[in-house]
């Protein structure tokens, strides 16, 4: 085989690649990572609603695993209000004590679990 196809031969090998190129082969390369979201079962699904519901009404702490296009992210928060196909988390970074709040689709949550707390 050719010595270019071995290696990073695509870009060491080219000594006039336009930027157009350059820039569709990254974006394309990073297309390839993107995360497909996952279907979940009803009883996992009824897991996540209940847990939910035991957040707002008892104001318990759950860590939430949310889908991302790229990687799965995690917050921990209380629910405190929810509607139709969203529902709101309240959450306090423990380092600098600013609190903030933010909407979350139901279709986003893969993984909800109540928090221990110690004291």
């Not at 695509?10 to 336009?18: D, G, K, Y």
């Not at 609603?49 to 759950?62: E, F």
């Amino acid at each position: 085989m050719s010595k270019k196809l071995e290696r990073n031969g695509l870009w060491e090998s080219s000594r006039m690649m336009l930027p157009q190129h350059k820039e569709s082969a990254i974006r394309n390369q990073k297309e390839m990572q993107r995360i497909q979201r996952l279907v979940l079962d009803e009883q996992e699904v009824q897991f996540i609603s209940a847990t939910l519901s035991q957040s707002q009404m008892y104001k318990k702490t759950v860590e939430l695993t949310l889908y991302g296009v790229y990687q799965p992210r995690t917050i921990t928060g209380i629910v405190t209000r929810s509607k139709h196909g969203e529902f709101r988390v309240d959450t306090v970074d423990p380092s600098s004590g600013v609190e903030d709040w933010s909407w979350i689709s139901y279709k986003d949550v893969l993984k909800v679990e109540l928090s221990r707390e110690f004291t």
